[in-house]
């Protein structure tokens, strides 16, 4: 409809589930660990702010993944694709912070902080990605569905996690104090656009190895 706009952002609280950065140049070992929900916690009332104080109307709408475990192995995965992590994921996930709540509950709660309303979708839960988004802006989804909104075929699947062979590459690609960060990332192009070339020795089931819709 005229005057409705719709923003999509699938960073907008950031692609890391938690960051850990000094907070002193004269102590290491003051150092503050951010995670997701809470730079979710800041970003998103200052949007609805910013947006209202401009006289629009807003609905947020927040997609999460069904399965919460897979989540958390696919931002393992993230983390030594493109941040250089060195650790085992039993090292990394030792390094969360303690939650009272899941990763789910939390983002849920972000709602008590906004103005406007926010709807929580579960991807498992939609006929099509993005029908969500389509019936929240009033665009008739049913009927328009073929022209904007495609499936990928059945034996596609898109963002697919890496190998747990490649997976273990990259980690010690990242180990390595000789290679700039360039090249790291450089080889971390490679080896994802070959991922066909390593050889999944889990036998199907590795935690490590995830398809489908997000990475």
């Known amino acids: 409809p005229e005057g409705t706009i719709l923003v999509s952002d699938e960073n907008l609280f950031g692609a890391r589930l938690y960051k850990v950065e000094e907070n002193n140049d004269n102590d290491d070992s ?18 609805d702010s910013i947006w209202r104080s401009l006289t629009f109307d807003l609905t947020f709408v927040l997609y999460l993944r069904d399965d919460e475990a897979a989540w958390i192995r696919s931002c393992y995965n993230q983390e030594v694709k493109n941040n250089r992590c060195t650790l085992t994921y039993e090292e990394w996930e030792a390094k969360i912070p303690g939650q009272q709540q899941t990763w789910n509950d939390q983002f849920c709660s972000l709602a008590d902080k906004l103005r406007s309303p926010l709807r929580i979708v579960y991807l498992g839960e939609e006929p099509q990605l993005g029908a969500t988004l389509m019936e929240e802006i009033a665009f008739d989804y049913y ?22 062979s490649a997976l273990e590459f990259m980690r010690a690609i990242n180990q390595s104090s000789d290679i700039s960060f360039s090249s790291k990332s450089a080889v971390g192009a490679v080896v994802d656009s070959m991922r066909h070339v390593f050889v999944d020795d889990s036998d199907g089931h590795s935690p490590v190895r995830r398809r489908g819709l997000i990475k």
């Open 30 to 47: 003051i150092v503050t660990t951010t995670t997701l929900f809470e730079w979710a916690s800041w970003v998103l009332p200052r949007v």
């Open 143 to 164: 009927t328009n569905n073929d022209t904007l909104l495609s499936q990928p075929p059945q034996d596609h699947c898109l963002n697919e996690s890496l190998p747990e």
